[in-house]
C-alpha cells in the first residue's frame, strides 16, 4: 500500500489537475473529515483501509492531530475528534455573520408567536444568546444578548445537545446542576430526553432553568451535520396557548430547518 490518499497524486496535487498540494498535510486533513463525519471512533486500521494509507503513516498523523487537540485517543485504543474541530468550525460560522443568516426566521417566529426569540451557540456546559427579539406580550421572559444558561436545562441547550449528543455528553458527567424542581439532573433520564428530542426534531423547556417559564428550540446544523447553534422562543407558562407544544415546536423545526439550509448556500 503506497501513502498517498485516495483522490491525489504524490507530485502533482489532486487528479483534477488543480495546484500541487502538500501531501502530509492532505493526509491529516483527510483523517480529521472522517472523524468528524461520523458518530463513532475509528481505529487505525479501520482508517488505513478507508483512506488507502499505511496503518503506519496513519499512526503518525493520529499522533500529531492529538498533541494539537484535534483528536483524542480514546479507552479502547479508537480515535475521535474532538471539540476543538466545532470550535474551528464555530469561528468560520461567526465570521459568515450567523445572525444575519439567522434573522429572517427569527423575525418570523416573532411574527407568530409575539414571543422572545433567541439565537444561541454552545460554550462548554452552557449556552450563549448571541442575538435576540424581545416579546411583544405584556407579561414576557427576559435574557440578555450575551447571557448564558445552563445547556442542560433550557430549549435551546438541549437541542444544541441532541443534535451532537455523543460529543457533548462527555461534558455533562461530572454531575448537572439543578436550577427548579423540573431540572433533569440525572444522566440516564437526560439520555432518554434526547432520544425523544431527535425523534422530534425539537427540544422543549418546561420550567427547568427558570420556574414557569417554558422554551422551543431547534438546531442549526452545518453542512456536515455538526450542531453550530439553535434557534428558539421563550414565554412565560401563563401566555401557553393550547396547542403550543405542536405549534411552537413545529415553527422552531421550520425555522431551524431553513437557517440551516442557508448555511449550505453560503
Not at 83 to 103: C, D, F, I
Not at 163 to 192: I, K, Q, S, V, W
Not at 213 to 233: N, S
Request: aromatic share 6%; proline share 5%; glycine share 8%.
Amino acid at each position: 500500500m503506497n501513502d498517498t490518499p485516495r483522490g491525489t497524486t504524490a507530485t502533482s496535487g489532486p487528479i483534477t489537475g488543480q495546484p500541487r498540494v502538500d501531501s502530509t498535510l492532505s493526509k491529516g486533513l483527510l483523517i480529521l473529515e472522517v472523524l468528524t463525519s461520523t458518530d463513532r471512533p475509528k481505529g487505525v486500521t479501520e482508517l488505513s483501509r478507508d483512506l488507502g494509507l499505511t496503518k503506519s503513516n496513519v499512526f503518525r498523523l493520529l499522533q500529531t492531530l492529538c498533541v494539537l487537540g484535534y483528536v483524542r485517543h480514546t479507552a479502547d485504543k479508537q480515535y475521535e475528534a474532538t471539540l476543538k474541530t466545532w470550535q474551528v468550525g464555530r469561528s468560520v460560522v461567526e465570521n459568515l455573520n450567523l445572525r444575519e443568516l439567522a434573522a429572517p426566521q427569527m423575525r418570523m417566529l416573532s411574527d407568530e408567536t409575539g414571543e422572545a426569540v433567541y439565537l444561541a451557540v454552545p460554550e462548554a456546559r452552557t449556552v450563549i444568546y448571541i442575538d435576540k427579539i424581545e416579546s411583544r406580550q405584556p407579561i414576557r421572559t427576559w435574557n440578555p444578548v450575551g447571557g448564558a444558561a445552563p445547556i442542560h436545562a433550557v430549549s435551546t441547550g438541549k437541542a444544541i445537545l441532541a443534535a451532537n449528543y455523543d460529543r457533548f455528553r462527555p461534558l455533562l458527567e461530572t454531575g448537572m446542576d439543578r436550577h427548579t424542581d423540573r431540572t433533569l439532573t440525572d444522566l440516564a433520564a437526560l439520555d432518554a430526553e434526547i432520544a425523544t428530542i431527535r425523534a422530534r426534531g425539537y427540544a422543549i423547556d418546561t420550567g427547568e432553568f427558570r420556574e414557569r417559564v417554558h422554551g422551543y428550540g431547534a438546531a442549526i446544523t452545518l453542512p456536515d451535520g455538526f450542531v453550530t447553534a439553535a434557534i428558539g422562543i421563550s414565554l412565560p407558562d401563563l401566555n401557553l396557548p393550547a396547542d403550543a407544544e405542536a405549534r411552537y415546536g413545529a415553527l422552531v423545526r421550520h425555522a431551524a430547518a431553513e437557517v440551516t439550509a442557508r448555511l449550505a448556500r453560503v
